[in-house]
């Protein structure tokens, strides 16, 4: 069984095509029954190759479809898959809509999965994530991560991914008698 990764796309493009892939999704989301019999449903990644005209079985298409939006000619795209990002259902749509640019961001803990190629940080500025017991927060900047992190320790913390890790990991030696957790990350940049 997998670890599932939260997968976030915003397509950006010619509003022409952004609309046209929406309404690929939607005509999928309407379906009595999905285009391909599998175990996720209508909205599996594979069904919605097969109608963008590709064949699933050559690309990597192992998760759904949670949500969709279309806002200002930009287009929302939630999914979960496995491990990480299906970067064959992102190809298959910037090869079927040229003007198609598909940024995205990645996180999957249990691998320190933690990735975007929005290197401007147009749509995902985040760039640092806390996973607690209690909820997860993310940050733009280190500064405010570690004010945060201060606040949970008790001194003040350097604003470094290390000094992060290392305050958090004592405090949780610290009370290890206690329900606690925490999990500091940092979002890399790639390019594709």
Request: contains cysteine; proline residues 3%; negative net charge.
């Amino acid at each position: 069984m997998p670890n599932w990764c939260d997968t976030t796309y915003k397509c950006v493009g010619n509003p022409k095509e952004v609309r046209s892939l929406y309404k690929i999704i939607k005509a999928n989301d309407k379906r009595k029954n999905p285009r391909i019999k599998n175990g996720f449903g209508k909205l599996w990644l594979g069904c919605i190759i097969n109608a963008l005209g590709d064949d699933w079985e050559k690309l990597r298409c192992r998760g759904e479809i949670t949500d969709y939006q279309l806002d200002d000619n930009v287009l929302t795209i939630y999914q979960n898959t496995a491990w990480c990002e299906q970067e064959g259902f992102r190809e298959c749509i910037e090869k079927k809509f040229p003007s198609i640019k598909v940024y995205y961001q990645e996180q999957e803990p249990g691998c320190d999965v933690f990735y975007t190629n929005d290197s401007n940080g147009t749509y995902f500025s985040d760039r640092y994530f806390l996973d607690s017991y209690e909820d997860w927060y993310y940050w733009e900047k280190i500064e405010d991560a570690a004010k945060h992190v201060s606040g949970i320790v008790g001194y003040e913390v350097e604003p470094t991914v290390k000094a992060i890790d290392e305050a958090l990991e004592d405090y949780m030696e610290e009370h290890e008698d206690e329900d606690i957790f925490y999990s500091f990350h940092e979002f890399q940049i790639i390019d594709c």
